[in-house]
């Protein structure tokens, strides 16, 4: 008997050679082995009658072995055997694989997997399986004559073995307690995982674990909630009666309902001393960043730090100069590199950076940390590993709207406070899907709206240079861009500047490209998705996006919100060689769509999970089973959720560092 827990060097069939090699790649017990599960099925469960048999296609037939032999061909080994059936008889074909003939006798039944020849009439290295065991008794396949499971490579087993292993578990595995869930028991669950009696069985045995793998987020969710709300070990803040009487008067516009409302749940928040862990979701544009600034300079008032968090360095300096701006009272120090202590300044600071503020926590003490655009929600590891002697309160910005039951469900340890209203006098960015055959025309178009109103636009290209991806077609780099686009534009309206920004480029060019761009001394940025979530260029108002099926929703979404930000008119020239009617189906439906979480909802309907998340990579997308799209067997989780018996033990561990936690530490 197995259990979950067992060494595989326990189980019959794996020694300890081949258990040193599992171990080595993380596969150590019964349970790393039956989550490992086939990348795919190959369909052996039909038999072909010989007469059939078709070249190319791969077959299975049944049939009485004969004439297997061993021989030799120059210094190769060679195996050969024939099988037959009613209508007629195929030769079987081995290179190198002495073993697999050995066991054959004259007259058995067999399977047997393979490509047909017709040219030799023959089958090169098949699988073949006994169909009768040495009692005489129908056998369970598990090589062929079914769906047959193909594992990765990765796993350091042979097809072969890691299904012979399998079947040796599977035979003998015990859960305890195992509940019977959508119909199914986690042992079957496996079974049918790994030796399926039919697709269907497949997907409600993924769906089963896929609602095991919820099950245990929520559990970890409810346990975050429950150990923050014990923490009382964040500094408290006083706050006005009424929170908005906070927002300092030099900032030159009123904040809307939907930003004062936040100020307001976040104010309360940092006012007590159980740490804050507030998600703060809106729009591109929507106006976050003060919001934010807002409470960063609450606490600089009352003699504490805090720290924003940036994804990129761009992002950074921008933050710093924009809340500068903002909150001339407040001292914004920028950190964006280096891992040496900082001089803390003795005046209470907000500190703007990359993760290298993170490697100063201990140095700055922050009472907030606000990550911005991380698309990571959750919490941070305790303050211990922060080596801070308090849990500060955290803030996470993000425009990727979540729908509120995955919300409740998933995200239920977070706060949430959504900006969903825009800036008053803020117009949609026009969009437009534009024809290669009108791309001098809009280029000339462009020139013009840019001198006469005196404006910036960015051009975006997927990559950088062309040498980098020669196995893609349509590869519009920044480079090749840069080059054409400088040469039309000196041809014909050579008053416009052209700069390049890139990744690959040294940082002082970088810093130097983006000192012009904002002292407005270049036209016309050509650059990479490095500038998704970056650019608060006022007098941005025309945004062209290269090969924009290569873009998600959400990224493209990002960059049309670079335009317009000063109330003016914004546009967005998309232009794609795709030839594909959906990927144009989906640019003309964001071109029509300016809402965000429209924009999500619509693309979560047409390729489930894709693009919701496309720009999450970090963590959101690495869950194994469950699908962040699947809101259906989310909302069932959390009903599943209520009803467990106490002793549920979670088939997935709870503490492994999923996806929905901010890295605190790097
Ligand atoms: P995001 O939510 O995408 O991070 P930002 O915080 O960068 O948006 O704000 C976008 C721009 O709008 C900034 O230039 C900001 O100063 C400005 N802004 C923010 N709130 C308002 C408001 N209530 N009225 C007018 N402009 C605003
Ligand atoms: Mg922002």
Same mark, same amino acid.
């Given at each position: 008997?197995?259990?979950?827990?067992?060494?595989?060097?326990?189980?019959?069939?794996?020694?300890? =050679?081949?258990?040193?090699?599992?171990?080595?790649?993380?596969?150590?017990?019964?349970? #790393?082995?039956?989550?490992?599960?086939?990348?795919?099925?190959?369909?052996?469960?039909?038999?072909?009658?010989?007469?059939?048999?078709?070249?190319?296609?791969?077959?299975?037939?049944?049939?009485?072995?004969?004439?297997?032999? +061993?021989?030799?061909?120059?210094?190769?080994?060679?195996?050969?055997?024939?099988?037959?059936?009613?209508?007629?008889?195929?030769?079987?074909?081995?290179?190198?694989?002495? @073993?697999?003939?050995?066991?054959?006798?004259?007259?058995?039944?067999?399977?047997?997997?393979?490509?047909? +020849?017709?040219?030799?009439?023959?089958?090169?290295?098949?699988?073949?399986?006994?169909?009768?065991?040495?009692?005489?008794?129908?056998?369970?396949?598990?090589?062929?004559?079914?769906?047959?499971?193909?594992?990765?490579?990765? *796993?350091?087993?042979?097809?072969? $073995?890691?299904?012979?292993?399998?079947?040796?578990? &599977?035979?003998?595995?015990?859960?305890? +307690?195992?509940?019977?869930?959508?119909?199914?028991?986690?042992?079957?669950?496996?079974?049918? *995982?790994?030796?399926?009696?039919?697709?269907?069985? %497949?997907?409600?045995?993924?769906?089963?674990?896929?609602?095991?793998?919820?099950?245990?987020?929520?559990?970890?969710?409810?346990?975050?909630?429950?150990?923050?709300?014990?923490?009382? $070990?964040?500094? =408290?803040?006083?706050?006005?009666?009424?929170?908005?009487?906070?927002?300092? =008067?030099?900032?030159?516009?009123?904040?809307?309902?939907?930003?004062?409302?936040?100020?307001?749940?976040?104010?309360?928040?940092?006012?007590?001393?159980?740490?804050?862990?507030?998600?703060?979701?809106?729009?591109?544009?929507?106006?976050?960043?003060?919001?934010?600034?807002?409470?960063?300079?609450?606490?600089?008032?009352?003699?504490?730090?805090?720290?924003?968090?940036?994804?990129?360095?761009? &992002? =950074?300096?921008?933050?710093?100069?924009?809340?500068?701006?903002?909150?001339? #009272?407040?001292?914004?120090?920028?950190? $964006?590199?280096?891992?040496?202590?900082?001089?803390?300044?003795?005046?209470?600071?907000?500190?703007? !950076?990359?993760?290298?503020?993170?490697?100063?926590?201990?140095?700055?003490?922050?009472?907030?940390?606000?990550?911005?655009?991380?698309?990571?929600?959750? %919490?941070?590891?305790?303050?211990?590993?922060?080596?801070?002697?308090?849990?500060?309160?955290?803030?996470?910005?993000?425009?990727?709207?979540?729908?509120?039951?995955?919300?409740?469900?998933?995200?239920?340890?977070?706060?949430?406070?959504?900006?969903?209203?825009?800036?008053?006098?803020?117009?949609?960015?026009?969009?437009?899907?534009?024809?290669?055959?009108?791309?001098? #025309?809009?280029?000339?178009?462009?020139?013009?709206?840019?001198?006469?109103?005196?404006?910036?636009?960015?051009? %975006?290209?997927?990559?950088?240079?062309?040498?980098? @991806?020669?196995?893609?077609?349509?590869?519009?780099?920044?480079?090749?861009?840069?080059?054409?686009?400088?040469?039309?534009?000196?041809?014909?309206?050579?008053?416009?500047?052209?700069?390049?920004?890139?990744?690959?480029?040294?940082?002082?060019?970088?810093?130097?490209?983006?000192?012009?761009?904002?002292?407005?001394?270049? #036209?016309?940025?050509?650059?990479?998705?490095?500038? /998704?979530?970056?650019?608060?260029?006022?007098?941005?108002?025309?945004?062209?996006? /290269?090969?924009?099926?290569?873009?998600?929703?959400?990224?493209?979404?990002?960059?049309? !919100?670079?335009?317009?930000?000063?109330?003016?008119?914004?546009?967005?020239?998309?232009?794609?060689?795709?030839?594909?009617?959906?990927?144009?189906?989906?640019?003309?439906?964001?071109?029509?769509?300016? +809402?965000?979480?429209?924009?999500?909802?619509?693309?979560?309907?047409?390729?489930?999970?894709?693009?919701?998340? !496309?720009?999450?990579?970090?963590?959101?997308?690495?869950?194994?089973?469950?699908?962040?799209?699947? &809101?259906?067997?989310?909302?069932?989780?959390?009903?599943?959720?209520?009803?467990?018996?106490?002793?549920?033990?979670?088939?997935?561990?709870?503490?492994?560092?999923?996806?929905?936690?901010?890295? &605190?530490?790097?």
């Amino acid at each position: 008997m197995y259990f979950l827990s067992t060494r595989l060097d326990e189980v019959k069939g794996i020694g300890d =050679a081949l258990y040193a090699k599992l171990e080595k790649r993380g596969y150590s017990t019964v349970k #790393d082995l039956v989550l490992a599960v086939p990348l795919r099925y190959e369909d052996r469960s039909h038999t072909t009658q010989i007469a059939e048999l078709q070249s190319g296609n791969l077959i299975t037939v049944r049939g009485k072995m004969s004439s297997a032999r +061993n021989f030799y061909k120059g210094r190769r080994s060679m195996q050969s055997a024939k099988v037959s059936d009613e209508t007629g008889t195929v030769k079987l074909q081995w290179f190198n694989n002495p @073993h697999v003939i050995s066991n054959i006798k004259d007259g058995e039944e067999y399977y047997v997997s393979g490509t047909y +020849n017709p040219k030799y009439k023959s089958i090169a290295q098949p699988t073949i399986e006994r169909v009768f065991d040495s009692h005489g008794d129908a056998k369970e396949n598990i090589h062929t004559g079914r769906l047959v499971p193909l594992y990765s490579t990765m *796993i350091p087993l042979k097809q072969g $073995t890691q299904r012979r292993v399998l079947k040796e578990i &599977l035979n003998n595995l015990r859960i305890p +307690n195992d509940l019977e869930l959508q119909h199914m028991r986690l042992v079957e669950s496996f079974d049918e *995982i790994h030796f399926p009696t039919t697709v269907d069985h %497949v997907v409600l045995a993924r769906e089963r674990l896929a609602l095991e793998e919820l099950l245990a987020l929520i559990r970890r969710s409810r346990a975050i909630k429950q150990e923050w709300k014990e923490l009382h $070990t964040a500094p =408290a803040f006083e706050i006005p009666a009424k929170p908005t009487a906070a927002i300092p =008067a030099s900032i030159p516009f009123s904040l809307t309902n939907a930003q004062q409302k936040s100020v307001t749940e976040i104010l309360k928040d940092i006012s007590q001393s159980e740490p804050m862990n507030r998600l703060l979701i809106g729009d591109v544009g929507s106006g976050k960043t003060v919001v934010a600034g807002i409470a960063c300079n609450l606490i600089a008032e009352q003699n504490k730090n805090s720290a924003i968090i940036a994804p990129t360095k761009i &992002l =950074a300096t921008q933050h710093a100069e924009s809340l500068v701006k903002l909150f001339p #009272d407040l001292n914004v120090e920028l950190v $964006t590199g280096g891992r040496k202590p900082l001089e803390v300044p003795k005046e209470p600071t907000l500190f703007v !950076g990359t993760h290298a503020v993170i490697n100063r926590l201990e140095n700055i003490k922050p009472a907030l940390v606000i990550y911005d655009e991380q698309h990571r929600f959750g %919490v941070g590891q305790r303050s211990a590993a922060l080596g801070l002697s308090y849990m500060p309160h955290i803030l996470t910005m993000s425009a990727t709207p979540i729908p509120r039951s995955l919300m409740l469900t998933i995200f239920s340890h977070l706060q949430l406070s959504v900006i969903d209203e825009m800036p008053a006098g803020r117009l949609p960015t026009k969009t437009w899907l534009v024809p290669d055959s009108k791309r001098e #025309d809009s280029y000339n178009w462009m020139a013009k709206n840019l001198t006469k109103n005196h404006a910036q636009a960015i051009v %975006v290209c997927p990559f950088i240079d062309p040498s980098e @991806h020669l196995a893609f077609e349509n590869v519009v780099s920044a480079t090749e861009t840069f080059e054409a686009m400088s040469a039309f534009m000196r041809q014909q309206h050579p008053g416009l500047r052209l700069g390049l920004l890139h990744g690959r480029q040294k940082k002082t060019e970088q810093s130097s490209v983006i000192k012009d761009l904002y002292a407005g001394e270049i #036209d016309i940025l050509v650059t990479t998705p490095m500038v /998704e979530v970056g650019l608060d260029l006022k007098r941005a108002s025309i945004i062209v996006i /290269e090969a924009a099926e290569r873009f998600g929703m959400a990224s493209l979404h990002q960059l049309r !919100g670079r335009v317009g930000r000063a109330n003016q008119q914004g546009y967005c020239l998309l232009f794609s060689n795709a030839n594909g009617m959906s990927s144009k189906e989906r640019l003309e439906a964001f071109s029509k769509e300016n +809402n965000g979480l429209k924009l999500a909802e619509l693309d979560l309907k047409n390729r489930g999970s894709g693009n919701l998340f !496309g720009t999450m990579q970090h963590g959101f997308s690495d869950l194994q089973f469950a699908d962040w799209a699947n &809101l259906e067997l989310i909302g069932r989780a959390q009903k599943t959720y209520e009803e467990l018996p106490n002793d549920w033990e979670p088939l997935f561990a709870t503490d492994r560092k999923t996806t929905t936690e901010i890295p &605190l530490a790097n």
